[in-house]
């Protein structure tokens, strides 16, 4: 069971909270969702071409 300080800890987090994560980190993750996205969008494109090209 969740006490009332992790309650208050999680819903009230400080504004440093962002300066602890690693910038090297966000950097690949946004990279890996771009990646994802535009293999998901090309693979659409290809679908469409194959069936109406």
């Given at each position: 069971m969740?006490?009332?300080?992790?309650?208050?800890?999680?819903a009230?987090?400080?504004?440093?909270?962002?300066?602890?994560?690693?910038?090297?980190?966000?950097?690949?993750?946004?990279?890996?969702?771009?990646?994802?996205?535009?293999?998901?969008?090309?693979g659409?494109?290809?679908?469409?071409?194959?069936?109406?090209?």
């Open positions: 969740i006490s009332d300080v992790d309650c208050k800890r999680s009230m987090s400080s504004p440093n909270d962002d300066l602890q994560r690693d910038p090297e980190l966000k950097r690949k993750a946004w990279v890996a969702a771009f990646l994802v996205s535009a293999l998901f969008w090309g659409l494109l290809l679908l469409v071409w194959k069936f109406w090209g």
